[in-house]
Structures are given as C-alpha cells and as structure tokens.
C-alpha cells in the first residue's frame, strides 16, 4: 500500500437506537477506529444514533464533500438492510456507491451476543475488516438493460388469474402457464367461499373466462416450464407443452368426445377420487381453455391400438394421436409464481382413519360433495352414495399445529371447518359437532360467521381429537365412527358417535416445491413455503429479482389475500416495465485469459448459463450480459482465472486480516 | 572477473541437482560465464570458504531443498548474505514438496517411524542423537525443526523456480536469460517472480481432448484399463491435477498416459494450491444426494495426498497445528 495515494476512509458507527448501542460501546468502537486504523487512512471516525436517518446521511454526504473521503465504512445493520441507502447517499455526494462497505455489527454482533465487552471487542474487529476491505474496493459503474415487458405467470389459481389480469389490462402481455388441463385452481372445485357463502365457480368462471379470451393473454394449459435462464428484465423461459393429442386450432369444445369415449376413470384431481371422468376430458363443464386433453395412460387407443371413437366422432376432426410435446422459448422480463398448495394428507393422520374408514373425508372430498356440480349434485351422503348422515364430526387442524406433521396454522381451516358446519346443517339438517383447538376467526367478517354457525345449533368441542374409530362399546355406539376426545372445557373425555366425520386438513406446499424453487432460483422456507423477500415490508417479492410469489406458494392464505397478493405482485412488475430498463449490480465474474487453459472445470456449473467454451482459442469465457455475479465459477476455477468484482482475493483477503487485526501493526501492510 | 555461481541442496532428493546436470552442453555455459564458487554435490567446498566471502559477492545461487533442520537453516541464511540473486530452485525450495507433508505429523513421530519400520534394522532401539561426546571432544549433528519450510518462510526469496524437479529446457531457458542479464543483453525479470514456467496451467500444454466435466466415479489409473489416450484424464475418472498446476513442464505426465500430480505448484495468483483443487473436483462431482457424494470423494483415499503432494509446506495453513508454534 505504501507507494500507492492513501485513501481518506470515514467511518461511521450506528447506535440504531439501543439494538446495537444496547450490547455495544459504539462511542468506543468509534473512537477506536479513529486512533487505531488511523494509519489505514481512517480520518473520521463518528458515531450517530440513527445513521440510516435523513440526518445520518446528511452527514455523511457532508464529510465527502468537506473531508474528501474517498472511502466510507458504515458499521450499522446488514447490507440487505441500508446498503442501498447508504451507497445512494454517497452517490449523491459525488462518491462511486461501490466505495461504501457495511460492517453488519447488528445482526452479526449485538443481535446474537449478551456480553458487552465482548460484543464492543468483536465490533472493532468487524470494523477493522470492513476499513480494510473498502480500500481494496474499486470504483464500479451500474450496468442498465432494457427490460422485457412479457411476463410469465406460473400457476392458473385464483392468485395467478388475478395477477394475469392486472398486468393484461394494462395492456403488457402475459403468458399463463399451467399445469393442469384448465386454469382455476383449487377455487374451481369449491361449492362455496367463506364467510359471504358466495358460489365459488359463480364468482371466478367470469375471471377465468377473461383470462382466456384477453388478447393480451397467451394462456398454456397442460403446460410445465423446464427451464429458465437469464435475470431480471431478460428471462429466456423454456416451456414444455404437453400433447392433448387435440388440435386446439380446430377444436370447438362441443364435447362430442368426451361423451362418446367408452371408458371412464377415477379422476382423482378435480373429483378428489369421488368422481370418474372421461380418458378425453376437460376437469370441469366451465373449464378454460374448453379443449379436452387425452389421457395417455388409460386412453384405450394408447393401449391396445384400437377404439377411436373420439377421433371418429369429432366433427372438426380435431383428435390428433400423433400430437408431440412441444418445447416453446419465450423471453419476459419478469416471473410471477402462484404455484399453490397441496392438500395435507390426511392418510398421514392414521388414527383418524382416513382411507381405512370409509366415512371418513377430507375436506376437498367433501368440497366436491357439497357442490351441485359434483358427483352427487351436491347432496351430502356417506360413501355409499345414498345415505344422508345424521350427525357429523368436523376435525380442525389436521396436519396442523402439530409437532408431529407441520408446526404451521393453515389459516383456512377453521374457517373451512365453520363452511362446511353450515353447509351439513343446512342441507342435512345433520347435529354437527366441530373439534377445534383454539378458533381463528379473524378478517373481515370471519368472526361474524363463526356467532352464526354457533347460533344455527352446531356443537363445539375444544380439544384435540385422539382417534376416531369404529370399534363400538355399546348399542349407542354401534355402527358409528366414534370420535374420541378430551373435551378441555368440560375437563372430561369424551367419545362422541357420528356417521361421518371431515377431516379439515391443512395446507402444504406442493410436493415439488423445493425443485420449483430450485428452477427459478428462490429459495423456501423449513416448510417448504417459498420465501419472500421481507416478510412484512416485501411480501411478493423475492431474493431474486425479477421473481414474484403470490398466494398459498408463498404461505396458507384465503381466497381474498391471494387475490391482493395477485394483484400487489403485478403492481410491482407493472413498475418495473414501466422503468423501461433495470439497473444491474456490476459485480461480474470475469476470465483472465492469459491464465485460463481451458480445462472446462467451470463450462457446466453456471447456474445462468454465461460461460462459453471458446474452441478456437481453448479457453472459456463470460458472458457479462448473463453473468449474476455468484461466484461459483471463482471459486472451483483452479487455475485462479476467474475473479469476481467486488469480491476480489484482494478485497477478502485484506477484509481477513482486518478481522483478525494483522492491519494493526503499522508497515504490514 | 566471472561472476559467482552457487548452488545448495538442503532437504530434498537431489533430483534438481541431476535436472541441472541433464542440460548437457547448456552446463558449459555455466562454466564458461561464472565462476562455481560452491556446489558440494558437483565439488569439494567447505561451508567456512562461503563464510569467508564477502557479503554480496555471490551473483546467482540457485538453493534447492526445503528447511527441515539447523543446518538447512544456517546455510540459507549464509547463502541469503553472500548472494546478491537467491533462486528457490525445485518444489521443495518453493513450496516445500514431498518432504513437506511430515508436516502432518509431530516431529517425535517421524523419528519414531523412520528407526521403527519393519524394514528397518534396528534391533538395539538406537535414535540418533544431536550431540555425542567422543574422546575428541562433543560431536554434533543437525537438529531437526518441528515443521519443514520453504525457503521464503526463513529468508527473502528473489526468484522461484518451480518443479520436481524443474524440466531441464526450462533451466537452460534461465541459463541463457542469467548469461544475456550478465552480458548486458537483457533485463532480470521483477523480484518476486516466477521464472522458467508457463503463464497457464498444464491443461495449456495437455493435447488431450476435453469436455464440459461430469465425474461419477474417481479411480486410480491402473484401475482402468485401458485408458483413452486422447481424452482428458479428468474426465476418464483419475483425479488429475493439472487444471490447477502451472504450465511449463509441457503436460509430460498426461502426455505419457498419468496424470498429472502437480510438481509445478499452484498458477500465478492462486493462494491455496489444494483449496482450489479440491473446489475444482468437487464442483464437478455429478451426483444428486449426500449419499453418493460421499461414495464419489470416497475414491480419493487420500485427500490431503492428493491436493497437497507438493504444496502442503507452501499451503495456506502450512501444516499442522505444531507448524503453526514458531518452528
């Protein structure tokens, strides 16, 4: 260092009220860093009770200006938190951002110790790294990119649709892909909504059918995406869409096929098992898009080579049983991911009988048995199909707060549980019983609900359900399933006989939710939830920019939060269209080609595919347009030829000896 | 008046000392420009004769051998003074080589295992010892350092010369260049540097053909029979070092059907031979559960071997923890 221009390094030390100034002795780690980093170019050292205020920053802008500090250290919270502002405030001052380092004494000191001296002592050491470190720093410029203003919407729930909606009518182009034959989502199978006892396909058919016919809409059923690459503004999205062995350009969902298929099968997603459909089928009579899809697996053509009766009935001739998948690239700007829940499995349960008992349901079995377009046309019977019960159990929480299964409230289940008590007992009449631990009636009009369903004669029963079971011990009991309970209100165990029991089971995330995550480079919580960026501050956005999750995939929600999360998410990539372009950090790995021998260590580790295999000249190279700065390719290069801005083995090995206070002995460095 | 010519061998094999004799006529030149003031294995020369000269006086002398004991250590310091140019010449020079890895053990042990092999004969239990008193008086011998280092761990260190040993047309490279210097013809390169090697890694020089890696399984080069002779050994499952060793030796091993096993030390800028080496491989481990992972980096026996054959000295950690107590 000694023959190079000293820098003039600031260092600020925030009190951020009494979360650091409460463990740590800021005035001493300040006037620490005045006198012993002094020779490192330290020419200020201040203290301030909240430096990420308009006066903390005033401050700071004021030294770079007075002081001409070509250097600023800010030891406040993590950079996630404030780096921005503070970068913004050097900015301002005329300083390069990318000369202000963050030395997290929050999170990573006060935060996590209780011993004052100790944690004062730890603070000067991460200071003394971050002084270091910052000199190492070199002037970078932000990269801009135009943005893409398609969007990509993943999952056709109610979440997705409003969220398509949203950015449709504002006139971007969205493409929506689902998995499924049709969009709709779980809503589609329900009878009724809580607490209004709104018809449920009443109300979203109309939004699924503008979804479908908007011209700034392309909708793709039956449709998985397989990759993505790219960042923010530029994502190269490749979807797999699956054959319907349909020609939808031909096909006018008449439905003839579907009536003249000979075979029928459980269809064990929209009916949850209580249902058959076609082997040529759309889910439901209002799905959208209309155009049937084949089941390969059962279809009796697929399988023995003959029937073709769909084929031979169509009257657009629009069955095509030489149909491919077919791989389509699009490029967005932007990801909305509303890829939803699954249904706890109640089997898990197994001294709930569920799948043994056979009037045992779960919830979305009994969703399809209230509605009038289900199996039973809405009637409420026990699995003989003919039965109407007289009394019936609801079980809240199953696979809910438990210890056993998922620690998490569903937040829907007690008011799915309340639905379901109204429905039995106004259409059966039925005595009702609810089991709940603790009932969550908040929102709008929940709790409301809840004194009505207690007026209208339902019996509640605080406790957790051990069992429910059909070994009778008396005439009361026999032929029943019995629920046994212990009743914590009336501080007794009780065992109460009904003909049918549901399950009110929670919400899980999607079975592949960690591989989803993984494909669009977001991460999930120890549930499995994805995870947000904040959890308060910014709930759709994520880690990744350019990523958005809405509804149940972020967390379990009502119908009307992921409808706002929906809407909030396109809100927030409407702003980024309209931003036209997107600044990018420029921290970029970047090749020495010199150095490099080609070894082709790094060619397939790129998560965003920026590496290139020059044959020609036998090296590698980065494609800075790709690049997102992760540095996995810096790290496994062997040959040390890839270094990554911002972080380079000056920075971090400079930052080390600061931590370990080697910087401290004048003329070591 | 010639300039002076040293050259030492501390703790090492002796190898360079032949690397330099296998220059052939290039060793004339040596003769014909400098004067050879002192080189025990090529001439008789005692260690009083260099403490004699002027500080200084020396212009090039090139130490091969690491530091294992006092003598090594004395003689470097000697030779440091008496030389105006102190080439690290050889792996063990630079980085400590093979001898380098009894830095994982104490150095109690290594006497204990040296005089207790099966093959060793030694029904008496005898261990040396550094000093014996003789009617003559108290004989000494060198007392070994509880870790071994490289030359530029015990003194400043003007050029390095990387390999094991170094390739001989690479020395009569740096004998011409010295011979050019001497005779006003060219310039000395900037202190510090690397000299008589490539600016890549051997990959550079491999002819073999390579592709983007994907490693099931790591095996040792007898285990497969036969071995591709065009494709990158890497990829044929044989931890290769070669993408992190500097160039210079012409890929000779994978170019005779081994793997490299990376006597050139790390490439220019590389802090941690064995960290970016084991990074390397470990990135390209194709497996998807910790399961095979395992069963994958179960194929190399010996980790710290293979990353560190020649480096461990040199390494970042240098050695154990007793290397780490001043040696």
Redesign the interface.
């Known amino acids: 260092m000694s023959d190079q221009k000293q820098e003039r390094v600031g260092v600020y030390v925030c009190h951020c009220g009494t979360n650091i100034a409460g463990t740590v002795d800021v005035v001493d780690v300040a006037n620490w860093a005045a006198e012993k980093l002094k020779h490192q170019g330290v020419i200020i050292a201040r203290e301030y009770k909240f430096m990420c205020s308009s006066l903390g920053q005033e401050l700071i802008e004021k030294d770079i200006k007075e002081l001409g500090l070509t250097r600023v250290v800010v030891a406040a919270c993590s950079p996630h938190l404030h780096e921005k502002t503070f970068r913004t405030a050097a900015k301002n001052a005329g300083l390069n951002p990318y000369l202000v380092e963050l030395a997290s004494i929050r999170e990573q000191v006060s935060w996590v110790h209780t011993d004052k001296v100790v944690a004062t002592a730890k603070s000067k050491a991460v200071v003394s790294g971050a002084v270091s470190r910052v000199i190492e720093n070199r002037a970078l410029d932000e990269i801009k990119v135009p943005i893409n203003p398609n969007t990509l919407i993943v999952g056709g729930g109610v979440a997705g649709i409003q969220s398509a909606l949203e950015i449709a009518n504002a006139g971007f182009h969205v493409y929506l892909v689902e998995r499924e034959p049709s969009i709709g989502g779980h809503m589609a199978q329900f009878d009724k909504t809580f607490p209004t006892l709104d018809c449920s396909a009443c109300i979203l058919t109309p939004r699924m059918v503008e979804a479908g016919t908007h011209p700034n809409i392309t909708l793709l059923t039956w449709s998985e995406v397989t990759n993505v690459a790219g960042y923010v503004g530029n994502f190269h999205v490749t979807i797999k869409k699956k054959a319907r062995f349909v020609n939808e350009e031909l096909c006018t969902g008449c439905g003839i096929c579907q009536e003249k298929c000979p075979k029928k099968v459980i269809d064990d997603v929209y009916e949850a098992g209580l249902g058959y459909r076609k082997t040529v089928y759309t889910p439901f009579a209002q799905a959208v898009p209309n155009f049937p899809v084949m089941d390969k697996e059962n279809c009796t053509y697929f399988i023995k080579g003959t029937c073709k009766a769909c084929e031979k009935f169509c009257p657009t001739n629009a069955i095509d049983f030489a149909q491919q998948d077919q791989m389509l690239n699009i490029d967005v700007g932007n990801i909305i991911l509303a890829t939803g829940y699954d249904l706890f499995d109640a089997r898990r349960v197994s001294n709930y009988g569920y799948g043994r008992l056979p009037n045992v349901f779960t919830s979305l079995e009994f969703e399809r048995l209230s509605n009038a377009a289900g199996p039973t046309s809405g009637n409420i019977v026990l699995r003989d199909g003919k039965t109407m019960p007289k009394s019936v159990g609801i079980i809240h929480c199953v696979g809910s707060r438990d210890k056993n299964f998922n620690n998490y409230c569903s937040t829907i289940c007690c008011m799915q549980g309340l639905k379901f008590a109204h429905l039995v007992h106004e259409r059966t009449g039925a005595t009702v019983y609810n089991f709940y631990i603790d009932m969550r009636t908040a929102y709008k009009a929940y709790d409301e609900f809840y004194q009505r369903v207690l007026e209208e004669g339902t019996l509640f029963v605080r406790g957790k359900v051990a069992e429910v079971t059909d070994a009778a011990r008396n005439d009361r009991e026999k032929g029943k399933l019995i629920i046994q309970c212990e009743d914590t209100l009336a501080g007794k165990q009780r065992r109460i006989p009904v003909d049918m029991v549901i399950l009110s089971s929670g919400l899980q995330p999607r079975k592949d939710a960690k591989e989803v995550g993984k494909l669009f480079g977001i991460s999930c919580s120890m549930d499995g939830w994805f995870t947000e960026k904040h959890p308060k501050l910014d709930p759709v956005a994520t880690m990744t920019e350019g990523i958005y999750i809405v509804g149940c995939a972020q967390g379990p929600k009502d119908i009307p939060s992921s409808v706002a999360q929906g809407a909030a998410a396109s809100a927030r990539v409407l702003d980024k269209i309209l931003q036209k372009e997107v600044s990018l950090e420029p921290i970029k790995a970047s090749i020495n080609k010199?150095?490099?021998?080609?070894?082709?260590?790094?060619?397939?580790?790129c998560p965003f595919n920026a590496i290139a295999?020059i044959a020609d000249d036998?090296v590698s190279d980065i494609n800075p347009a790709l690049c997102q700065g992760c540095g996995?390719c810096v790290?496994?290069?062997?040959?040390?030829?890839i270094s990554g801005t911002g972080f380079s083995?000056a920075q971090i090995?400079a930052q080390i000896d600061g931590l370990l206070l080697k910087n401290l002995e004048i003329g070591n460095y | 008046m010639k300039p002076k010519f040293a050259m030492y061998w501390a703790a090492s094999c002796g190898g360079c000392e032949i690397a330099v004799l296998n220059t052939h006529e290039k060793i004339l030149d040596v003769d014909a420009n400098f004067d050879v003031v002192f080189w025990p294995v090529a001439m008789d020369a005692k260690y009083k004769d260099v403490e004699a000269m002027e500080d200084g006086s020396i212009l090039l002398t090139l130490f091969n051998g690491s530091i294992r004991n006092d003598e090594n250590e004395h003689i470097a310091k000697l030779l440091r003074r008496k030389s105006k140019l102190l080439v690290a010449f050889g792996s063990c020079a630079c980085e400590g080589c093979i001898p380098g890895l009894a830095n994982l053990s104490p150095v109690g042990d290594i006497v204990h295992t040296a005089f207790n092999t099966i093959t060793t004969d030694n029904p008496h239990g005898i261990y040396p010892r550094t000093s014996y008193d003789v009617p003559e008086g108290e004989l000494h011998i060198p007392t070994l350092a509880k870790a071994l280092r490289p030359l530029e761990q015990v003194v400043d260190v003007d050029y390095y010369m990387p390999g094991c040993p170094p390739e001989s047309h690479q020395i009569a490279a740096v004998i011409d260049l010295v011979v050019k210097v001497v005779k006003g013809e060219a310039e000395l390169p900037p202190k510090g540097a690397t000299i008589g090697v490539g600016d890549s890694t051997v990959c550079d020089e491999c002819p073999r053909a390579r592709n983007v890696k994907m490693i099931k399984e790591f095996t040792r080069i007898q285990d497969i029979a036969p071995v591709d002779p065009t494709l990158c050994i890497l990829e044929q499952g044989v931890p290769c070092n070669g993408p992190a060793t500097r160039s210079g030796c012409n890929a000779r091993c994978p170019q005779a059907g081994a793997q490299c096993i990376g006597c050139y030390g790390p490439a220019e800028g590389v802090m941690d031979y064995g960290a970016r080496l084991i990074t390397a491989f470990s990135s390209v481990i194709d497996a998807t559960t910790p399961e095979e992972i395992d069963h994958i980096l179960d194929g190399i026996p010996d980790p710290t071997g293979q990353v560190y054959r020649f480096n461990l000295a040199g390494s970042l950690m240098k050695a154990n923890k007793s290397a780490w107590e001043k040696a």
């Open positions: 010199e150095a490099c021998s080609g070894c082709r260590i790094c060619n397939g580790l295999f036998m996995t790290a496994a290069c062997p040959a040390g030829a083995d090995m």
